[in-house]
């Protein structure tokens, strides 16, 4: 098949793209490639995907333009149809988005807007979105399942990807595009962002200086690794959304629809508190970290944990990678790569 990826220079896009090519598809990449964070660690990506490429009969070809330039988002399609478009693209980060909004408005909104209008008038077979656990907001029911609502969340990051939920479903209704959205529940593993935790302790931990802990480490997350959310990924993507007959007006799903429109939830559904996700890291440093314990930020939830039992019927998936196993990974990758791209 011929799949496009955006955000192909990002921490999941990158993965995806390679996972794809490596088994036979012709994958195009489209990535602003912004300075979010350190662009060297995006090219380090990108040049590790232009080398898969070559190995794999050219299967691989990179745009760099931006999703908020329409004519850059119609050139794409008008250089040839896609069988699937994988969207990956986004401003990420929690805390980023209450310094700059607009950027989340142009990325999110803006750009999100204009890859829905190309898939709809080029007849793309499926769409598949990222979203995030954040659009949970303000729930507490736990474990976070896509049939509970999700109005309220509690960052405009997490707004703008719940929005993006609810455009997808107007395209599904409306022209018959078939979307599915996917959840992602703290998502780490090689090539992460240098912006989240587990890059910024081990930094720190190396360094002899203190990493900052909060709600004193007391919080939960259902940290999922790298190769789990690309195996749902590409599962997800393979399964084109379909409707759901049993879909009733009167008591409306939030996960499914009339319209061949659907919501899944990625995550490893096995809490884990960050003061032991810190003794994993410890433990595959060989290296005590100093703690400087502070109270929950503005904008963070208490809690995670992913219901994935509707991806798990409609994909088989199951995450296979423990914690302990996933941050060693991490580790064994920053020693050996990072700081040669860094």
Not at 9 to 16: P, T
Not at 298 to 312: A, C, I, N, Q
């Amino acid at each position: 098949m011929k799949i496009l990826v955006t955000g192909n220079a990002g921490f999941i896009g990158y993965h995806v793209a390679r996972k794809l090519i490596e088994r036979g598809d012709t994958v195009v990449g489209f990535d602003v490639v912004n300075a979010y964070y350190d662009p060297a660690l995006k090219e380090g990506r990108l040049a590790e995907l232009d080398m898969l490429g070559a190995a794999h009969e050219d299967r691989y070809s990179f745009i760099r333009a931006d999703l908020a330039d329409k004519s850059a988002v119609d050139g794409v399609f008008a250089t040839g149809s896609f069988d699937r478009v994988v969207h990956l693209a986004a401003q990420a980060g929690v805390r980023y988005s209450l310094e700059d909004p607009m950027a989340y408005v142009q990325s999110n909104l803006v750009g999100f807007t204009h890859l829905l209008e190309a898939c709809r008038h080029n007849r793309v077979e499926h769409l598949t979105y990222a979203s995030t656990s954040s659009v949970y907001g303000g729930n507490t029911k736990m474990p976070f399942s896509e049939h509970d609502g999700a109005n309220h969340p509690l960052q405009f990051y997490a707004a703008t990807k719940r929005a993006n939920e609810l455009m997808a479903h107007s395209y599904s209704h409306l022209f018959g595009l078939p979307t599915t959205g996917l959840r992602f529940f703290t998502v780490y593993g090689p090539w992460g962002r240098p912006d989240m935790a587990l890059f910024k302790f081990t930094h720190n931990i190396l360094a002899g200086e203190p990493i900052d802990v909060f709600n004193y480490g007391k919080h939960t997350r259902d940290f999922t690794y790298i190769d789990d959310i690309v195996e749902g990924v590409v599962r997800a993507s393979d399964g084109t959304a379909a409707p759901n007959p049993s879909w009733n007006a009167a008591t409306p799903d939030p996960a499914t629809s009339s319209a061949p429109f659907r919501l899944f939830n990625i995550g490893n559904s096995d809490p884990v508190k960050l003061s032991d996700y810190i003794d994993a890291l410890e433990a595959a440093l060989g290296t005590k970290a100093i703690r400087n314990l502070l109270p929950l930020q503005p904008g963070d939830v208490l809690d995670t944990l992913s219901d994935t039992t509707e991806l798990t019927k409609a994909t088989a998936y199951k995450p296979q990678t423990s914690v302990r196993e996933g941050v060693g990974r991490f580790v064994e990758w920053y020693r050996k790569s990072y700081e040669a791209v860094s």
